[in-house]
């Protein structure tokens, strides 16, 4: 399953850089997401990149500061956060989309990590 990791706290307006590294299965042949959860919200997608490398960002709030980006060499799917809110702040997940294309619905994904948290706060 994938592994995530570089969660952490940040201040607003803050950079963070998540990695997602494929362990037992290759990345390269699929479309793979970010996707997230806050307390008392429902998952959402936050971040898809097909096996092409097209990308896509879901929420409104997330464009033009999230880019995802994949190294099919070190089987590594990164999100690069920028400008990060406090209402950015969740457990971001990592995982597989069952079709090449990108998608937002979560029940589109499967192999999910166990996810990894990160704090927006001063």
């Given at each position: 399953q994938p592994v995530e990791s570089w969660?952490?706290?940040?201040?607003?307006?803050g950079?963070?850089?998540?990695?997602?590294?494929?362990?037992?299965?290759?990345?390269?042949?699929?479309?793979?997401g970010w996707l997230r959860q806050s307390p008392g919200k429902e998952r959402e997608g936050a971040s898809c990149i097909t096996p092409n490398g097209g990308t896509a960002n879901y929420p409104d709030s997330v464009k033009g500061r999230f880019t995802i980006s994949r190294d099919n060499?070190?089987?590594?799917?990164?999100?690069?956060?920028?400008?990060l809110k406090p209402e950015?702040?969740?457990?971001?997940?990592?995982?597989?989309?069952?079709?090449?294309l990108c998608g937002r619905?979560?029940?589109?994904?499967?192999?999910?990590?166990?996810?990894?948290?990160v704090t927006v706060s001063s």
């Open positions: 969660g952490g706290l940040v201040q607003p307006g950079p963070l850089r998540l990695s997602c590294v494929a362990s037992g299965f290759t990345l390269a042949p699929y479309a793979i060499a070190k089987n590594t799917v990164y999100l690069q956060m920028n400008s950015d702040a969740a457990v971001y997940y990592c995982a597989k989309r069952l079709y090449s619905d979560p029940s589109d994904y499967d192999y999910w990590g166990q996810g990894t948290q």
